[in-house]
Structures are given as C-alpha cells and as structure tokens.
Nanobody, 121 residues
Framework: QVQLLESGGGLVQTGGSLRLSCAAS????????IGWFRQAPVKKREFVAAVSRSGDSTYYADSVKGRFTISRDNAKNTVYLQMNSLKPGDTAVYYCSAQSHPTVGVPPNYWGKGTQITVSS
C-alpha cells in the first residue's frame, strides 16, 4: 500500500505558475508509477501527466504539453507537477495517483484526496 498527500494548490492569475507536490508514504515509493489527474466542477476526472517508476519516462495530456512538467525524487518519496502559463481552464481539483502496474484504460490503484487549483482571469 501507499498513501498519497497533495500540496501546493491555491489561487493564481492567468499566466502564473504553481508547483504541486505529491508526498508518498507506506510501501517503497519507487515501486509505483505516479500520475496527476484533475476534475473540474461538473466534469469527469481527466488525465494530466504521469511519470514512470524510474522517472525516465513522462506523459502529458495534449492540453498541458509545453506548460506542465512532471518529475519525481524517489529519495524524497515525492512527485512534483510544475504548472506554468496557467489558464482558467486549468481550474480543477488535482489528484495524485499511484499504480504499480499501469495499464491503459485501468484506473490507478491509489489516490490522494486532491488539492484545489483556481486560475482567475
């Protein structure tokens, strides 16, 4: 098992930046690929970014490519999501997730409670 806790959310103006952190505890952190998802009001949860167990591979939704960067520090049991050039459309609750064996179409095994990101225009 692994427990996930997001932090770094808040209110920012359009064009601003925020860095989210996902701190993990429990089982060996490096055993899990980590992903970020987000869910805006009245919308379904959508994929944002993911990083492999080693940190060598990253994946991004088209909507955030070139603006968001995911990285991990396994020594600190933490994954980061650097968000630049934020837009009002980025407003959502952001969730950290973990999967030991990621599979396309299969939801992550573990989820954090989420952190609110609000981008004002």
């Amino acid at each position: 098992q692994v427990q996930l806790l997001e932090s770094g959310g808040g209110l920012v103006q359009t064009g601003g930046s925020l860095r989210l952190s996902c701190a993990a505890s429990g089982r060996t952190f490096s055993s899990y690929a980590i992903g970020w998802f987000r869910q805006a009001p009245v919308k379904k949860r959508e994929f944002v970014a993911a990083v492999s167990r080693s940190g060598d591979s990253t994946y991004y939704a088209d909507s955030v490519k070139g603006r968001f960067t995911i990285s991990r520090d396994n020594a600190k049991n933490t994954v980061y999501l650097q968000m630049n050039s934020l837009k009002p459309g980025d407003t959502a609750v952001y969730y950290c997730s973990a999967q030991s064996h990621p599979t396309v179409g299969v939801p992550p095994n573990y989820w954090g409670k989420g952190t609110q990101i609000t981008v004002s225009s």
